[in-house]
């Protein structure tokens, strides 16, 4: 396959606000250069422990920085945002949930995705919740009943875990993070580089 023609893969955490940032964007972004995008979730807890590390808000200093330029960047992109308490939250479950309706129906699964992060970053509602993630699954179309069975099982756990042993092999550190042919971009702050990457092949 010709390098032109592979997807974006866009690596994300539920619980990052950047990430909810760059889901509101990076499809639009892609499909202007004739691109498509491969989103991936992951947990962002993996990583912390594996290569240390903790969530920005809680860093002294950062932390209150982080949250201004949050509610700052959310009005410059003109995408709704509510700092949502509790937060950060594990995300296992609507990480699970989306791999689980990946293999059925991708699009499916990018709906439920954007409306999960709608959820928390707009709505304020607790997705580390399953009962939670079951409601969002439903409010996309999602048999309930049939999704909360399949995320009862061991395949949805291993699937996750096979995902973020992954990310950290390919280097993946922080969501957003956008790995476009090789390529890597931490940051929806970055969406312009992004787009010039995309609109010149490289510089």
Known sequence: MN????????WFDFSSPYGYLMAESIDAVAAAHGRTVRWRPFLLGAVYKAVGGQPLTSIPLKGPYSIRDLARSARFLGVPFSMPQPF????QHAARAFYHLEQQEPALARRFALAVYRDFFVDGHDISVLEQVLDVAASVGVERAALAQALAG????ARLKAVCDE?????VFGSPYVI???EPFWGVDRLPQIERWLASGGF
């Open 167 to 171: 990310a950290l092999a390919l280097g």
């Open 180 to 182: 476009i042919d090789g």
């Open 88 to 91: 950060p939250v594990p995300t």
């Open 154 to 157: 061991d395949e949805a756990r």
């Open 3 to 10: 390098d032109a023609v592979l997807p974006i893969d866009f």
